[in-house]
């Protein structure tokens, strides 16, 4: 009796997709298309969702996240924004969010086993496409950063608008797209194979180097090492500590970039500043918030310097800035909820905190807090985490 072969079984899987799962992919994909249309594919995408989910529930997460989302319209319309871009990241916040609570309910309603399988190739292709981005960047700089830079302005310097076909145009936000989406493609062959992948770890990193931000390699070094941690046995557990400890005065060196974190032409050195406004004149800021997208004005009147970013580099400072109490709170209660939700539907508990601790790392230094590429990621990691019981004691690492 013959018995179909990989290949075969794998273009079965895809001739089987449903149009919501078609949509779903494609809504990652175009998080990385020049052309902004993942606005449109995740309206279209959550009324497939709807569609296809026989029974809906309004989960308390979705429900902190319905008062967060009305007190940042209500903040819009009495301060009344006089930023360019707040009725685009106001509209942004609803979409991305009625994408999270449609996107989760979907998948919560499914056996997503097949989807899974669509997942990891999807992933694989987005980040070969980012590898080559990042080379055609590398490649007209003459390779000269190819091995890190001296500073995140030079690095910055990289990224030349002429050559943007894929991803982002900006640096850190690139690098941490990359580091959410390449985690998710680390943790896969766990579910699917028992197995943590060796190649995929060093693929991602190299992505997250060659980037020339400091962000994806921050988020993945957390998330990896606890992976691993909890994967393997306690001689090995030694062997790690002690590679960690001989590349540790390197990765701070040419990775983190240590000696300039304070520089005021650094990344790290314009949060500090950023972060600094934010402590020392917190009593500027109502209770109430001072209004939605208030960043921008309120650090050019109390930082000792101002770069024009929309937001102050932390998701949960940013949201108490812009929205004060009710809104940090509120966020506050739809993250812990989400997890609680993630939790009970799979008691997956070290899975679950590895999952959980890239975007959270990322949160504290970039972020608004609604981007496309949070509640992406968490549609991704509900997907993922709730597939199946992951036993550590049995994952091995392979090659």
């Known amino acids: 009796m013959a018995y179909p072969s990989s290949f075969t079984l794998e273009a079965n899987n895809w001739k089987s997709i449903s149009l919501a799962e078609s949509l779903f992919l494609l809504s990652l994909i175009s998080m990385f298309l020049p052309v902004k249309i993942y606005p449109v594919?995740?309206?279209?995408?959550?009324?497939?969702?709807?569609?296809?989910t026989p029974n809906f529930s309004f989960q308390k997460w979705a429900v902190a996240l319905a008062v967060f989302s009305t007190y940042a319209l209500l903040s819009f319309l009495v301060t009344s924004s006089s930023h360019p871009l707040a009725l685009t990241y106001l509209t942004k916040l609803f979409i991305n969010f009625i994408f999270l609570y449609f996107g989760v309910n979907w998948l919560g309603a499914r056996n997503n086993e097949s989807l899974i399988l669509k997942l990891d190739a999807v992933l694989f292709g987005v980040l070969v496409l980012s590898l080559i981005q990042l080379l055609i960047y590398h490649q007209a700089y003459n390779f000269n950063l190819i091995l890190g830079s001296g500073s995140s302005g030079q690095a910055s310097s990289l990224y030349k608008p002429t050559l943007f076909y894929w991803?982002?145009?900006d640096k850190n936000m690139f690098g941490?797209?990359?580091?959410?989406?390449g985690f998710v493609f680390i943790c896969l062959p766990i579910l699917l194979r028992s197995r943590l992948s060796f190649w995929r770890?060093?693929?991602v990193f190299l992505l997250g180097f060659l980037s020339l931000s400091r962000t994806p390699i921050i988020a993945l070094l957390i998330g990896v090492f606890f992976l691993v941690w909890i994967s393997v046995e306690k001689k090995w557990k030694i062997i790690l500590l002690i590679v960690v400890l001989i590349a540790l005065p390197v990765v701070l060196e040419k990775v983190i970039r240590v000696d300039s974190l304070?520089?005021?032409?650094d990344g790290m050195g314009i949060r500090l500043v950023y972060w600094k406004a934010f402590f020392t004149h917190f009593s500027a800021i109502s209770p109430l918030g001072n209004g939605f997208l208030s960043a921008p004005e309120f650090l050019e009147s109390n930082a000792e310097f101002y770069r024009g970013e929309p937001h102050i580099h932390n998701t949960f400072l940013s949201t108490y800035l812009e929205m004060g109490l009710i809104g940090l709170f509120s966020y506050l209660a739809f993250l812990s909820w989400f997890a609680k939700e993630c939790l009970q539907k799979m008691t997956n508990t070290p899975f679950w905190i590895a999952l959980f601790l890239p975007i959270l790392s990322i949160m504290m230094i970039l972020y608004s807090g609604y981007d496309n590429d949070v509640v992406m990621y968490l549609a991704l990691i509900f997907l993922v985490g709730t597939f199946q019981k992951v036993d550590f004691k049995n994952i091995q690492l392979k090659l």
């Open 201 to 203: 770890i060093c693929f």
């Open 176 to 181: 941490a797209r990359i580091a959410l989406m």
């Open 41 to 52: 594919l995740f309206i279209i995408s959550s009324f497939f969702f709807y569609r296809e």
């Open 167 to 169: 991803g982002l145009e």
């Open 262 to 265: 304070t520089s005021s032409n």
